[in-house]
C-alpha cells in the first residue's frame, strides 16, 4: 500500500492536504480498510501540520477525512450518510463517480442556485442537495424520508 499514507504521516503540508482530499473522495473499499488501519498513527503524525486555508480551515477537511477512515472502519453505515458532514461534496461529482443519480435537478431563489434529488447507487437513499454561494461553492445533504 502506498502513498496516501505515506502522505498523510509525512508532515509535509502539501503531501498531507493532497492525500486528505484524496480520502475525501476516496471509494475503494480495500484502501479504505488499509488506511483505516491506521488512523491512530495519522492523526499523531498530522498534528500540528499547519494545513492553512483561508476561508475554511483545512484542517476542518483533514478531520473529516479521518472521521471517515473511522467511520468505514466501525461498518458505521454507508458512505452516503456522511454527505451532510461535509461542504464540498459536488453532487455532479458524485454522480460521475457513480456514487450516486441525480434524479431531479430544481432551482432555488430564482435562478441563482441549483438544487438536486439525488439518489445513492448503493443503498438506495435520497437526497435533497442545495448548492450554495458564500465566498466558495457548497452544498448542503438532506436525507429524504
Ligand atoms: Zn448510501
Not at 109 to 124: A, I, L, P, S
Request: aromatic share 12%; glycine share 8%; with cysteine.
Amino acid at each position: 500500500m502506498g502513498t496516501l499514507l505515506d502522505d498523510l504521516t509525512s508532515g509535509d503540508p502539501t503531501r498531507v492536504w493532497s492525500a486528505t482530499s484524496a480520502v475525501v473522495y476516496l471509494r475503494d473499499p480495500q484502501e479504505l480498510d488499509d488506511l483505516a488501519l491506521h488512523v491512530t498513527e495519522i492523526r499523531r503524525r498530522t498534528k500540528g501540520v499547519e494545513l492553512g486555508g483561508a476561508l475554511v480551515p483545512n484542517a476542518e477537511r483533514l478531520r473529516f477525512a479521518l472521521h471517515k477512515l473511522a467511520y468505514h472502519r466501525g461498518r458505521a453505515g454507508c458512505l452516503c450518510r456522511l454527505y451532510p458532514e461535509h461542504l464540498f461534496y459536488d453532487p455532479q461529482k458524485e454522480g460521475a463517480a457513480g456514487n450516486v443519480r441525480i434524479e431531479e435537478t430544481f432551482y432555488l431563489d430564482g435562478n441563482w442556485v441549483d438544487g438536486y434529488v439525488c439518489v445513492c447507487t448503493v443503498c438506495g437513499t435520497r437526497y435533497r442537495v442545495e448548492e450554495r454561494e458564500y465566498h466558495y461553492t457548497w452544498w448542503g445533504w438532506k436525507a429524504l424520508a
